[in-house]
């Protein structure tokens, strides 16, 4: 099969390779997933998992990528759920070769049933946004319904998620950003706008949640405009110290088969919209991790036509 792989820890970008690469191996458990799109992290060659094995061992040359959209065409041993020629998506092992590839292997329970209404392309920017924005609101933020959250980077793949969820919730919702996004952001539903380079999200008042994408000074300013009893719900860096009273959370998103299917069937019914922010063929990866055009959203890799 054709892959995207990296030979060298240090090469970076550059290092991104189309080339031949061994058709994957389906463990018991597992499945293999034909790949129409797929998704990554631009930061993912810099992480510990994408260069070694849950045991530390070295694993290059490796395949990045861990968001795929696709069918399975092939199940392990003892895997059940699943069936051969079945739409899915979801999110793949930190450890393991990932989706941006014609083939990956996936554990069958990070992967939950794609409708048939949901674009390939659509299905890929989700898995990490929608995981990541119904943890960091439901699970760890407790949201409830007419509390005010205050999204920072909201035009961005997780932050546009988090705005419709967080606002069909019941949820009064602030958004952060550039002003470029502000249109985006109020047109997914969110009730206010601050432009982060020009204004201070400090004068929109106190919160009952926030959840910060960016970390940096934003982060450090985010746990003072919390009200007592409220979180700060971080996935960029840990928060330092907060205010007594208000919680602080920081996580690594996890997959999870019925938050999956739930994003999925929102997005079916037309009560979610993941944003595309541009969408490149396989031998274009290298581009695709560049891209820093400003558009809002989800970068996505097609790899097989639909």
């Known amino acids: 099969m054709k892959a995207i792989r990296v030979h060298d820890r240090d090469a970076g970008i550059d290092g991104l390779m189309l080339e031949d690469a061994p058709y994957p191996h389906a463990a018991e458990n597992d499945v293999i997933v034909k790949v129409h799109a797929a998704g990554f992290t631009p930061g993912e060659l810099g992480w510990p998992g994408t260069w070694t094995d849950r045991a530390g061992r070295d694993r290059t040359p490796t395949i990045p990528g861990h968001e795929v959209s696709g069918e399975v065409v092939e199940l392990g041993l003892g895997t059940t759920g699943l069936t051969v020629g ?28 794609l409708p048939a209404t949901v674009d390939h392309v659509q299905a890929a920017a989700l898995p990490i946004a929608g995981l990541t924005a119904w943890q960091a609101l439901f699970d760890h933020g407790r949201l409830q319904v007419g509390q005010t959250v205050l999204i920072h980077g909201a035009g961005g793949g997780v932050g546009s998620v988090a705005v419709q969820l967080a606002r069909e919730a019941g949820a009064r919702v602030i958004g952060t950003g550039r ?52 979180t700060l719900v971080a996935v960029a860096a840990p928060p330092k110290a907060t205010p007594p009273g208000v919680r602080a959370v920081f996580f690594v998103v996890e997959p999870n088969r019925d938050q999956l299917a739930e994003l999925a069937r929102r997005v079916h019914q037309g009560r979610l919209r993941p944003l595309v922010g541009g969408v490149y063929p396989l031998s274009a990866t290298r581009q695709a991790f560049r891209e820093k055009t400003g558009t809002p959203g989800k970068v996505v890799i097609q790899v097989a036509d639909s």
């Open 86 to 113: 079945q739409r899915v998506y979801g999110l793949t092992d930190w450890t393991r070769d990932g989706t941006l590839a014609e083939y990956v292997a996936v554990e069958a329970r990070n992967l939950a049933p």
């Open 179 to 230: 002003e470029r996004d502000r249109k985006t952001v109020l047109d997914l539903g969110a009730d206010a706008f601050v432009d982060l380079a020009a204004e201070r999200f400090e004068d929109a008042g106190q919160v009952d949640l926030v959840l910060d994408v960016i970390g940096g000074e934003v982060l450090e300013r985010s746990a003072a405009v919390v009200r007592p009893g409220g």
